[in-house]
């Protein structure tokens, strides 16, 4: 069998569909027939009290919080950096042991830094919408302005409401992000493409963009990157090219010797990614689904003078059948060093 014919076989999971199903009584079939109920009602708003049939209290339980999270994960963050930060405000519905969670819409949420200079944030205040980039999120965007340790602390009010005959809301949620600016010496782009042959005709690239390393003593230098999945897989029968992105990290170590050499080290990470599959049928009917899958790029060791340089390498991507493909990294020192 042809090399090419082992990864097409190794991938070809990619052209499956899976599909769950579970068994649903008239009972259980009222339960979430309820709990979507309220979760559409949280979706049309915060202006109005809904107006439901009461369930027993001891049967609900209504939880609201705000979750707040740097969007694609830690990495080392250098001044000149921007992050973006992701809010949403969740609400967790329980009826008779079963569980729902929605977002909520409408909530205004407020965010502000202390006053070390570290960073700013903008804007100051945003409503979680529908038309957000995931429904009932919102963002703010940090900028960090000089090294040093801060935290973005933010705050939404949730109006009062009696659902299920619980009350909830008319309390302030909260969230923390903390957040460290690091003085980088250097910055690390690298961007690795595969191709995997077979029905799927699967496309990956992984990128990392101008991540920053910082100086730990010794010549030697370290830190955290983003890496940026894009996959793209064809058509295939009735079932229609998909496209899906992701994130994951990879960890910077490099040592200098003198000003001819400066060697480093970019490991990346385990990245878990979902494989999207949607087919429309001859008869109009539609079946979907996803895979998710372990891909790890192999590691990339560059050899370039301290005032930086690139190269292009060779990589292996390790998934269900090893992949080749290659990976263009450049160093460079960062600005005003």
Not at 140 to 168: C, D, H, I, M, Y
Request: glycine letters at 14%.
């Amino acid at each position: 069998m042809h090399r090419h014919d082992h990864i097409a076989k190794g991938w070809h999971f990619v052209t499956r569909i899976l599909m769950a199903t579970a068994r649903l009584t008239p009972r259980r079939l009222g339960v979430i027939a309820t709990l979507a109920l309220v979760l559409a009602i949280g979706i049309a708003g915060q202006t109005q009290t809904p107006r439901v049939q009461a369930a027993p209290a001891g049967d609900a339980s209504i939880g609201i919080w705000l979750y707040a999270e740097q969007v694609g994960g830690k990495r080392t963050l250098c001044v000149g950096d921007v992050v973006v930060i992701r809010v949403s405000v969740l609400k967790r519905i329980g009826v008779e042991g079963e569980y729902m969670l929605g977002r909520l819409v409408g909530v205004e949420v407020g965010a502000f830094v202390d006053g070390s200079g570290v960073g700013t944030i903008s804007p100051a205040k945003i409503t979680t919408t529908m038309a957000s980039d995931g429904i009932g999120a919102a963002y703010f965007t940090f900028s960090a302005k000089r090294p040093g340790t801060t935290t973005v602390v933010l705050q939404g009010k949730v109006n009062t409401r009696v659902l299920l005959g619980l009350e909830f809301g008319g309390n302030t949620v909260t969230a923390a992000v903390p957040l460290t600016v690091e003085d980088c010496k250097y910055k690390v782009t690298a961007i690795s493409r595969w191709r995997v042959p077979g029905p799927a005709n699967l496309n990956m690239v992984a990128l990392i963009s101008s991540a920053g390393m910082t100086e730990v003593g010794g010549g030697r230098y370290e830190g955290i990157a983003r890496v940026e999945w894009t996959i793209t897989a064809g058509q295939v029968g009735d079932c229609i090219p998909q496209s899906v992105t992701t994130s994951s990290q990879a960890e910077l170590n490099g040592q200098v010797f003198g000003p001819e050499e400066f060697i480093v080290d970019v490991a990346y990470l385990p990245a878990m990614i979902s494989l999207p599959v949607y087919c429309v049928g001859s008869g109009g009917g539609v079946a979907s689904g996803s895979t998710p899958v372990q891909m790890t790029p192999d590691p990339v060791t560059l050899s370039v003078p301290a005032s930086g340089g690139g190269d292009r390498r060779e990589q292996i991507l390790k998934g269900p059948q090893p992949t080749s493909g290659s990976v263009v990294i450049f160093v460079r020192r960062a600005t005003g060093q």
